[in-house]
């Protein structure tokens, strides 16, 4: 698919001075929210990202899709998303190279396997098909993993993985027809607050008067929220995968396999696979540099569990940022203290699987209706108190 007919400030040129709704960042929670805001009929929409469109963590997470979490919000957000996704030809239009093969976790502990049947019977409530099976069953549906220490599995069938990047462009091209104003190189520089609402948005290319300020700026975020006097806890962490080299004989069609113990993942990609895992040791930071260094861990992660992956030759990688809150869970809600500001950010790896249902979320509270999923569980004030909930493994 051709990029989006987003229409971008040509240098030099300010943008318009007065929008209805003023989106900060052009990623998949940017472009989503636009969309579905669009296609409620407001409009005056415009939205600011100081790159490309997707240039920032959509551009380079790993694509899963899934509804599998374990508690009520993050199931009912995933699983509606997911419902979005398979969808996603009609509504907004766009091929998004969806691969509905499934994710499946491997549980090496007792543990992890007694949690696992509890989120399970919740998903299931849920109407989500996953189920727990055996180490068997498990190497049946991923022929790499051995099943030698393997106490389960857990497995669901509509899960699976799909292109970011292109989501992104379904999303800005289908705003873009409703009139959306994707402003792309243009880097949000400050906020103009009157009393307890934000009333301009200053930018590298001109001053924007609004009547709403969204932060969907992920990794960023914490910078824009505190142009506004909201706290935001969300810290950059960089994440990296690789790709193999084309396989001969070709991979088999797997699940996204996550080693829950390790999060050592990978899933099918083009003509080989692509690998990954989540590095307790990696610092805070915007560094998006891709190195080999981080390859030794994984390939120890899956010597035992995935032993021929341990070996494969690599042909490319890249790097790109999660946006970390400190309970692992998104922060969505309008601000209590400046009413008119209102984010969606801090997913922690989760946000290209969530974006369609936050987009609606954040849609039905700018229009002061009951968003379609009750998120008050993640607004950012729980960090205030000691109501946060359960948090979410760092897995992808």
């Known amino acids: 698919m051709n990029a989006p007919a987003s229409r971008p400030a040509p240098n030099g040129t300010a943008v318009g001075s007065e929008a209805d709704v003023v989106i900060i960042g052009g990623g998949v929670m940017g472009a989503s929210i636009a969309y579905h805001l669009a296609e409620a009929g407001v409009r005056d929409i415009v939205v600011l990202e100081q790159g490309e469109l997707a240039g920032g963590s959509s551009g380079k997470p790993i694509g899963g899709v899934r509804a599998q979490f374990s508690d009520p919000v993050n199931i009912a957000l995933g699983a509606r998303s997911l419902r979005a996704y398979q969808d996603f030809g009609r509504r907004p239009g766009a091929d998004i190279k969806l691969d509905s093969v499934g994710y499946l976790f491997l549980l090496t502990e007792p543990a992890h396997v007694a949690a696992f049947e509890t989120s399970v019977a919740l998903q299931q409530e849920f109407g989500v098909p996953s189920r727990l099976i055996s180490a068997r069953e498990a190497q049946q549906l991923c022929p790499y993993v051995v099943p030698d220490g393997l106490l389960a599995a857990v497995y669901s069938p509509t899960d699976g993985h799909a ?53 969907a700026a992920g990794a960023w975020s914490a910078a824009v929220g505190a142009m506004a006097g909201v706290d935001l806890p969300v810290r950059p962490v960089r994440r990296q995968l690789a790709f193999t080299a084309p ?5 088999p069609r797997i699940p996204f396999t996550i080693d829950f113990a390790s999060t050592a993942y990978f899933h099918n990609s083009d003509d080989g696979l692509l690998l990954g895992i989540a590095d307790p040791d990696q610092a805070d930071g915007f560094d998006v540099t891709w190195t080999a260094d981080w390859l030794d861990l994984f390939r120890a992660a899956v010597a035992h569990r995935a032993p021929a992956l341990a070996d494969l030759p690599i042909s490319s990688g890249w790097a790109g940022l999660y946006e970390v809150t400190p309970d692992h869970n998104a922060l969505i809600g309008r601000s209590t203290t400046v009413g008119n500001f209102l984010y969606a950010t801090g997913f922690s790896g989760h946000g290209f699987l969530q974006a369609p249902a936050v987009g609606e979320v954040v849609r039905d509270l700018v229009l002061d209706r009951p968003p379609v999923i009750d998120v008050s569980a993640l607004h950012a004030d729980r960090f205030l108190s000691s109501t946060t909930i359960r948090p979410e493994a760092a897995v992808v």
């Open 163 to 215: 292109r970011p990047g292109l989501a992104v462009q379904g999303y800005a091209a289908a705003g873009t027809r409703a009139g959306v104003v994707f402003a792309t190189g243009t880097r949000v520089t400050g906020l103009v607050t009157t009393g307890d609402r934000v009333t301009a948005v200053h930018t590298d290319r001109g001053d924007i008067r609004c009547r709403t300020v969204i932060c």
């Open 247 to 251: 396989l001969t004989p070709p991979a």
